[in-house]
């Protein structure tokens, strides 16, 4: 087995409609026929994972093939999942009389901008911290470009969040201790309502369970970033068409991966015209392609890159991903240095 496919995570992404969820299948399939337990997971809200293997895939695991899982993860049901546990640990730390305000909330912050981003990144966290003690290999079949970068962002800006979390709640513990030592006491409930106002022992049973919850989310994302950036586990593959649009888009994103030091193993140009094709109109199509095989090659010119052709029949079943991994196969060696 290449070196791609021997390490542990391989995000595959690009533009929408480019093929990433074909490929990222080819290659799962590839993995798992030759004896690596690997699970497949889509995370493009389009999910499309389930039609590719002429199967249905939802958001638990499903058994593709022998070696083979595949998992659609659900954003809006990650979030539904999201929101209810952080309600529930926050009615945990209050008083019943705040539980109605704890409720209107959340189901604000259920709506808000970047709530379903965040609980999936949540999901793939775990995926990721959990993936080498049941699986050899995690694929990720990503959505658009766009949403992914924002994703793979998230580790970071979420623990600097975390971080600062934690430090506000440092400061607040000492100034607790100082309006102790200066002899002042509270009530068990004060009045904002959070149990056990500033006597010690209340105090330190719910600081404790803030602190431990912070503390989780920052390791969760030190974790995430640190498995993301790490050139001997992940590997992103960028999957592109030899068209306007999808170049103008991998140039965004491949600076942005690079940006946030994301190791980019290579790239795949799909759907290429085959040699053979025929016809005024085809000639036409290909004169336009080698001009953008051009353009590829000068952009994309320090990224290994393989090629696909376009297959003269929709992609579906484990026989054409096959077919698509035979394809692939004597080409991974260029993309096992990246």
Do not use: C
């Amino acid at each position: 087995m290449h070196r791609l496919l021997d390490r542990r995570i391989i995000f595959v992404g690009g533009k929408g409609g480019v093929g990433k969820t074909t490929t990222a299948g080819a290659l799962a399939l590839m993995a798992a026929d030759a004896g690596r337990d690997t699970l497949l997971v889509s995370t493009d809200p389009a999910h499309s994972l389930g039609d590719v293997f002429d199967t249905r895939v939802g958001n638990t695991e499903t058994a593709l093939s022998p070696h083979l899982t595949g998992l659609e993860i659900d954003p809006e049901e990650e979030a539904e999942r999201h929101i209810d546990t952080v309600k529930a640990g926050m009615k945990s730390m209050v008083a019943p009389k705040l539980y109605d305000a704890i409720d209107r909330q959340l189901e604000l912050a259920r709506h808000s901008p970047g709530t379903m981003e965040a609980a999936l990144l949540e999901r793939m966290a775990d995926l990721m911290a959990d993936a080498k003690r049941r699986f050899d290999l995690l694929i990720f079949d990503t959505a658009p470009s766009g949403h992914t970068i924002r994703l793979l962002s998230l580790p970071e800006m979420m623990a600097a969040w975390s971080d600062g979390m934690l430090g506000y709640r440092d400061r607040s513990r000492k100034l607790g201790t100082l309006m102790t030592a200066l002899g002042r006491d509270q009530a068990a409930e004060d009045e904002f309502g959070i149990l056990g106002g500033t006597t010690d022992a209340s105090d330190d049973t719910r600081d404790g369970r803030i602190h431990d919850i912070l503390l989780a989310r920052r390791r969760k994302f030190h974790r995430a970033r640190a498995l993301l950036t790490d050139a001997s586990i992940t590997a992103f593959l960028l999957v592109i068409n030899a068209e306007r649009l999808p170049i103008l888009e991998s140039r965004k994103t491949l600076a942005l991966l690079r940006t946030f030091d994301v190791p980019v193993a290579g790239m795949i140009v799909n759907r290429l015209l085959p040699p053979d094709a025929e016809g005024a109109f085809l000639r036409e199509r290909r004169l336009q392609e080698l001009k953008y095989r051009d353009e590829i090659d000068r952009t994309f010119s320090d990224l290994p890159r393989v090629s696909l052709e376009l297959l003269p029949r929709d992609v579906h079943g484990m026989d054409t991903l096959r077919q698509i991994g035979r394809a692939l196969e004597p080409q991974l060696h260029l993309l096992s240095t990246g």
